[in-house]
């Protein structure tokens, strides 16, 4: 028994948005647990809508690292079957194959697919897929998030 740890987990939901693909486009997440709850969004003005998701859930993880120890259980919640599937399946093949696709082209957004699997390997992180637009409490808020920061910048 570890009297002084708190491990309990923290719960993220994250999305990313744009309009037009490519476009303007923004990201967020919400994080809670462990007496914390927190919001943050940013945005591009030239993006797509997979850099976007990818960036939220980076962005998330990269606070987790400065507010929680590695071992803190972290339950990401992303509505992007691209991150969800890339993370978990695919990226095993793109990094025995050196960052090439099965079909030997360039993994696209190689840059953040690095840096999200860099976070993870430090990390321990489960992922979950949540439909999108489903009325979900969390999701709904980071999507109207997302829309703030692309409305921001279109401004």
């Known amino acids: 028994m570890h009297a002084h740890t708190n491990e309990t ?4 939901y994250t ?9 303007p486009g923004g990201w967020a997440f919400v994080l809670s647990g462990q007496q914390v709850r ?10 797509t809508n997979n850099r976007m998701e990818l960036m939220a859930v980076i962005q998330a993880l990269e606070l987790v690292e400065q507010i929680a120890s ?4 972290v339950e990401v919640y992303t509505d992007s079957q691209y991150v969800r599937n ?3 399946q695919w990226i095993h093949t ?11 082209k360039p993994v696209k957004n190689q840059d953040l697919w690095q840096t999200l699997h860099d976070l ?10 949540v439909k999108g637009h489903a009325g979900h409490e969390q999701n709904e808020r980071c999507d109207a998030l997302v ?3 692309i409305s921001e910048i279109e401004d």
């Open 86 to 88: 890339g993370i978990t």
């Open 9 to 12: 987990e923290l719960t993220i």
């Open 70 to 73: 590695a071992e803190t259980p």
């Open 120 to 129: 993870v390997n430090r990390l321990t992180v489960s992922w979950n897929w």
């Open 147 to 149: 829309q703030q920061a």
């Open 38 to 47: 927190t919001e943050r969004y940013g945005s591009a003005r030239e993006t």
């Open 94 to 104: 793109w990094v025995r194959n050196g960052w090439r696709t099965a079909s030997k």
């Open 15 to 23: 999305d990313g948005g744009c309009h037009g693909n490519p476009g």
